[in-house]
């Protein structure tokens, strides 16, 4: 893998010298609502190992509306995007009431679906009362995304509920696809899908092994793939009929600025944080529960921001093993917090792949 070019390796530095600063005034930008851990699919890859019965109760509303009362407080809430996640949100019957409830407060918001229980009804709703933004994940063609949600009418719904919200104007909507050994030989076919939905934005991510994936070989890309799947996206970007993006996972050397409308960044803890449905503050949903800063029925939510979240700020710490003779790392910091176990070690390493 050649070392960065001078014009890459100046915007390399620009990137890096952002994100110091970043890290020293930390902008709540995003935060992420756990509101349930109950879901209506049965993922082979998921991260939480939900369940349609979970053993973890919904958070009740009231509880997270202390916490946005406490950020409201301190911060300029309409620059606070809150992300409704799960598990599957809609399977809470009061979620358009817990939409309602965040923009009287003055927060957007938006949401991450599975698509399952949306409708045009329920589109309708969720806009009135204030969403903002909505993703819907679509892991394939029919085959492969009913087989990866493991329900048989994964995929018609799904489709569904990106034809009716890229019907709309005025909402951000994207559809993310988990990429792997089972879908990686359609992505030409599911980008034309996509298109003929009436998609614009589009962002793929690789299974990272954690949760149910973490014994699933079928799930993880081979180097090879790993690279294709990079030279897929810059072929994309290139043509101009969709908007194609790589997800946060982690630093790609060579292929930064490429792949991304960004620069590499890990932002949780910097601008990204979560509330968990049992109460835990972290940085996002993604990262294990080691990483936890706090919890929001024992400790104020806005002092774990601001005084917390150290080795999300300062990555030092986990510059040992092969991190630490790596030409990167003055860029990549040693990738996402989302790709280290409970000691601080690398589960996996981009890189690595892209340079086998």
Request: charged share 30%; net charge neutral; hydrophobic share 40%.
């Amino acid at each position: 893998m050649a070392f960065p070019t001078l014009k890459q390796r100046i915007a390399l530095d620009v990137n890096s010298a952002f994100l110091k600063q970043e890290a020293k005034e930390h902008p709540l930008m995003q935060l992420f609502w756990e509101c349930t851990q109950r879901c209506n699919m049965r993922c082979r890859h998921c991260g939480s190992d939900c369940k349609v019965s979970s053993v973890l109760k919904d958070m009740p509303f009231e509880d997270f509306e202390k916490v946005l009362l406490g950020i409201k407080a301190k911060y300029d809430a309409s620059k606070i995007l809150i992300i409704l996640s799960g598990g599957e949100p809609l399977v809470r019957d009061d979620i358009v009431d817990c939409g309602r409830r965040i923009k009287a407060l003055g927060f957007p918001w938006g949401m991450v679906s599975n698509g399952r229980l949306m409708s045009e009804e329920k589109i309708r709703q969720l806009i009135d009362a204030g969403m903002r933004t909505a993703t819907i994940s679509l892991d394939g063609l029919e085959e492969d995304h009913n087989w990866l949600r493991g329900v048989p009418d994964a995929f018609s719904h799904a489709s569904e509920a990106i034809r009716l919200l890229a019907a709309r104007k005025g909402i951000g909507f994207d559809v993310v696809t988990c990429v792997n050994r089972r879908n990686y030989g359609q992505l030409e076919a599911l980008k034309e899908y996509l298109i003929s939905l009436g998609l614009k934005a589009w962002r793929v991510f690789t299974i990272f092994p954690v949760g149910r994936a973490a014994t699933d070989p079928e799930l993880q890309l081979t180097a090879e793939e790993y690279k294709g799947l990079m030279e897929f996206i810059v072929r994309t970007r290139a043509e101009g009929k969709i908007h194609l993006s790589y997800g946060c996972e982690g630093f790609l050397g060579p292929y930064e600025g490429r792949v991304r409308d960004h620069l590499f960044s890990c932002q949780a803890g910097l601008s990204i944080a979560s509330v968990r449905v049992d109460g835990a503050i972290s940085g996002c949903n993604s990262i294990r529960s080691d990483y936890d800063q706090g919890n929001i029925y024992s400790d104020d939510f806005t002092e774990v921001w601001e005084k917390r979240f150290g080795v999300f700020r300062d990555h030092s710490s986990l510059r040992e093993g092969k991190c630490l003779e790596c030409k990167w790392w003055k860029w990549c910091l040693g990738s996402g917090m989302h790709l280290r176990d409970g000691e601080g070690k690398l589960i996996m390493c981009n890189l690595e792949r892209l340079e086998r």
